[in-house]
C-alpha cells in the first residue's frame, strides 16, 4: 500500500514494476517520449509512467485548453523532492497549460499539526521559491490557492463525501485519522479546481508514485460525480532517495537533504557525506568502476543541476570504467549546487513580495 504520508516509498525497479502493474499506470513509451523531448524529466526517463498523458497531448495538437495542477504542503522549507514536482510544474506550464499551484495548508494542519497562521509564512517562502524557479504567477498563466481560503475545494470536499465511505478511504490509504481522510477529499477538490473554474478539459498533475492514492480517489469520484468532466491524469517521476541513503527525501528526516534555505557550509558537507556509488577504495574504483545508478551525486546532478545531457552521459560512462573518482565528482557537485543555491537565493529575495501578494498575506 502507498502512503503519501509517510517517509518511505518503493525502493527498487521491481517495486516500481509491482505498483504499476497493480494500479495500472501506463509507461512512458517512446511516442510519448519523442513529442515531449524538451521535458527534461522526460527525456532522462525521470518521469516513468502516466494516466491520459495522451489527452494533455491531443489538445496541444488541437490547440484546446488543458491544465497542470500540483501544489505543496507548507510544512518546511524547499527541499530537492519538492522541487522535482515544482519544475516539472513548470515545464508543463511552459508546454501551455494554465498552472493551478495549491498551498495545502489543511493537509499540512492534518499531517503536521502547522495552525494556518503559523503555515503563512512558510508559504510565503514556499511560493517564492517557485516563481524564482520561473512560474509565471500572470492571472492567464496561473491559479494561485490557499486551501483553507478557496471555498471551492472545500465545498468539493462535501459534495463528494456522500460518495465515500470510510472502508473505502481505509482500503486506499490504510488506517488513519478521519482528519487526514478529510485533507484527501480536499485534495479532491484541489486536483479538479481546473474544470470547474474554466471548464471540462485535460488536467495533468505531476506527483511522485507515493501520491498516486490521492490521484486514484478523484479519478473515482470524478467519474461518479462530475460525469463531464475529463478524469484528471498524472504523470509520476521516481522518487529521489535521501542523499544519506534513507529511502526518500522528507523534511521530518533533515539529512536525507539540504533546503534552498540552508547555509552553503551546511549544504556542502551533506553534499561530502552524501551516498556514491564507488568501492570501497580507489584501487577497487578503478579496477571495478563505479556503480552512478547507486550514486546520489550522480542522481542530483541528474535531476537538478547539469543541463547538459552530454555531461551527465560523459559522467555516467567514466564512473562505469573507473575513470571518475567519488571524490572529483563530489567537488563539482558541490561547485554547481552551490552556485546554483545563491542565484536562486538572490532572485528569491527579491519575490517574496510578490509571493505576500499573491497569497494575500501581510
Known amino acids: 500500500m502507498l502512503d503519501p504520508w509517510g517517509s518511505s516509498g518503493p525502493t527498487n525497479d521491481e517495486d516500481y514494476e509491482r505498483i504499476k502493474k497493480e494500479f495500472g499506470i501506463e509507461e512512458i513509451d517512446e511516442v510519448i517520449r519523442q513529442k515531449l523531448l524538451n521535458n527534461r524529466f522526460i527525456r532522462r526517463k525521470i518521469i516513468f509512467g502516466h494516466r491520459d498523458l495522451g489527452l494533455v497531448l491531443s489538445a496541444i495538437e488541437k490547440k484546446q485548453p488543458w491544465a497542470v495542477m500540483s501544489g505543496i504542503k507548507p510544512s518546511g522549507s524547499f527541499h530537492l523532492g519538492t522541487s522535482t514536482t515544482a519544475l516539472e510544474i513548470i515545464d508543463f506550464q511552459k508546454m501551455g497549460g494554465k498552472a493551478y499551484y495549491c498551498i495545502a495548508d489543511i493537509e499540512s494542519w492534518e499531517d503536521n499539526g502547522i495552525t494556518y497562521e503559523e503555515s503563512e509564512p512558510i508559504a510565503v517562502d514556499n511560493l517564492a521559491d517557485i ?4 512560474l509565471d504567477p500572470s492571472p492567464d498563466k496561473a491559479y ?13 470536499c462535501f459534495k463528494v463525501s456522500r460518495l465515500v465511505t470510510q472502508n473505502m478511504l481505509k482500503a486506499i490509504y ?6 487526514l481522510y478529510l485533507s484527501a477529499l480536499v485534495q479532491t477538490g484541489d486536483i479538479i479546481i481546473p474544470q470547474i473554474i474554466e471548464g471540462p478539459q485535460p488536467v495533468i498533475v ?3 508514485i507515493d501520491q498516486d492514492p490521492h490521484i486514484r480517489l478523484t479519478r ?14 498524472a504523470t509520476y517521476h521516481y522518487l529521489l532517495a535521501g542523499i544519506d541513503g534513507s529511502e526518500k527525501m522528507a523534511k521530518r528526516n533533515p539529512n536525507s537533504s539540504f533546503t534552498f534555505n ?12 552524501a551516498l556514491t556509488g564507488g568501492r570501497k577504495n580507489k584501487k577497487e574504483q578503478q579496477e571495478l568502476g563505479g556503480e552512478p545508478k547507486n550514486c546520489m551525486i550522480y542522481k542530483m546532478l541528474m535531476y537538478h543541476f547539469e543541463d547538459d545531457d552530454d555531461v551527465l552521459a560523459d559522467e555516467f560512462e567514466r564512473c562505469v570504467k573507473g575513470e571518475l573518482l567519488c571524490g572529483e565528482h563530489k567537488a563539482q557537485c558541490i561547485e554547481k549546487v552551490l552556485k546554483f543555491i545563491k542565484q536562486h537565493q538572490k532572485k528569491k529575495e527579491k519575490l517574496i513580495d510578490k509571493a505576500r501578494e499573491l497569497l494575500d498575506i501581510d
Do not use: C, H, M, N
Request: glycine share 12%.
Open 131 to 134: 516563481l524564482a524557479l520561473g
Open 262 to 273: 540552508e547555509p552553503l557550509e551546511s549544504i556542502e558537507k551533506k553534499i561530502k557525506g
Open 174 to 179: 490504510g488506517e488513519k485519522t478521519f482528519g
Open 220 to 233: 473515482d469520484l470524478t467519474r461518479r460525480y462530475y460525469k463531464t468532466f475529463f478524469l484528471p491524469g
Open 206 to 208: 505531476p506527483v511522485g
Open 144 to 156: 494561485i490557492w490557499r486551501q483553507s481560503k478557496e471555498p471551492i475545494v472545500k465545498d468539493v
